[in-house]
């Protein structure tokens, strides 16, 4: 497997199993190639083994960007970090949208817990996040 050509790497991008919003995936995935990286969209409704299956899939995997605009997504990545756990590679796992109706540090807590590594509101947000990731972690590769 070769990583995609002269690109930041890859990113797998989808929405948690009770969200069936496309809208917002498809804009991101459009603002996320602008800026350099290839992109699997899984799209709509998937599970914590499925992000973490196509992240593994990929030879320069960079993150994991999940997003969840109806508040469920503590419930829905439930069993994340057991496959996180299990999968080929450790990797970023970024959760946006509107995840949550009423946040607290306590429902953060339980993100972290889940296996998120980040947490943003917006685009500039996820972008900075990259950015970093992009500055302290080599590609990782899989035979």
Request: with cysteine; proline share 6%; hydrophobic share 40%.
């Amino acid at each position: 497997m070769q990583p995609a050509p002269n690109t930041k790497g890859t990113i797998v991008l989808g929405s948690t199993s009770s969200d069936p919003h496309v809208v917002p995936l498809f804009l991101v995935k459009l603002l996320l190639e602008e800026n350099g990286y290839r992109v699997v969209n899984l799209r709509c409704s998937n599970t914590p083994e499925a992000f973490v299956a196509a992240a593994g899939a990929q030879a320069d995997i960079r993150a994991i960007v999940i997003s969840n605009n109806n508040g469920a997504a503590c419930e829905d990545l439930e069993g994340l970090s057991d496959a996180l756990a299990q999968g080929p590679a450790r990797v970023p796992v970024i959760l946006g949208g509107r995840a949550w109706v009423h946040f607290s540090k306590a429902l953060e807590d339980t993100l972290h817990g889940h296996g998120i590594t980040h947490i943003c509101t917006d685009f500039d947000a996820l972008m900075r996040v990259l950015d970093g990731i992009e500055r302290d972690m080599p590609c990782h590769t899989h035979a």
